[in-house]
């Protein structure tokens, strides 16, 4: 009786967690045959997922991303798996703005088209600082992927109608951004559920500045997801942290739906701004739809990075 028991309490407890991370995947079947994609941090994770999944429509995809040995592995993988042998990668590290403004004008130089630009690449809950003396979490996260999609935005306009669809999570909620301390470094989880904030309305303020102008913005709540970030921390944590993971965290690949979803699906060209988890729009809290918070935020981003 006590097997038997426990059988069934284990059977019960496996259906409970397969049901939790049952998520939707993109439907849409629409082909990108022309069309370029540039995914940030394309080299593992979620970002290889979506640029697998976009290649395999026919979409030039270039991975930016940090570790040249990496990103070479990861080309070849893609092509090997999506059948697409146009998908190449360039170097980019967006703790460094000096390099950001390099990137973009080699790629600017090299690339006529820009058709889809993916936000990506992000730092997880760590005390650093960037080589601009950012926090490592705001630098990267927000004020990074701000620069770039700023110095690339021309060439999105040029090839529109066009999409920017930038990662965020969920977490936002927790923090609050202060305009007095926007580089906040003190409690790791806290500096990285403001940049996530900042990534919000980032995409907010991006979607009204370019609205009537054919580019369209998206920010998208992937899941937890079951990717190396943890590769960050020590040996223990990484260890817990597996089991956590296997346990309640979704697959790479289904966490890539609601990017794949906002890039190419015709049924959220209407909602530029929207912030979309599991392939359908989320509500966010009140304090995270201020558009006067950011305009704010996009007015400081820009002295910040030496745009203003």
Known sequence: MY??????AALVCFIILKWMKVRRYCTDVKRLDGKTVLITGGNAGIGKETAV???MRGARVIIACRDVDKARKAVREIKARSHNMDVLYMELDLANMKCIREFCASFLKKEKRLDILINNAGMPSVLDWTDDDFSMCFG????????????LLPRLQECSPSR?????CDNYKYQ????????????????YCRSK???????????????????TAYAV???YVQSDWTCHFSILFRIVMQVVMFMFFISCEMGAQTVVHCAVSDSVAD???????????AKLRPFAKDAGVAKKLWEASERLVRLA
Request: hydrophobic share 45%; aromatic share 14%.
């Open 53 to 55: 999944n976009l290649a």
């Open 3 to 8: 097997v038997l028991c426990t059988v069934i």
């Open 176 to 191: 609050r951004l202060n305009f007095q301390d926007l580089n906040y470094n003190l409690f790791p989880f806290f500096t």
């Open 221 to 223: 709540h992937p899941g």
């Open 164 to 168: 920017v669809v930038t990662l965020t």
């Open 197 to 215: 904030l900042a990534n919000i309305y980032f995409t907010q303020e991006l979607a009204r500045l370019t609205q009537d102008k054919g580019v």
């Open 271 to 281: 909602s530029s701004g929207g912030y979309f988890a599991d392939c359908r729009p």
């Open 140 to 151: 990267v996260n927000h004020l990074g992927h701000f620069l770039l999609t700023n110095l």
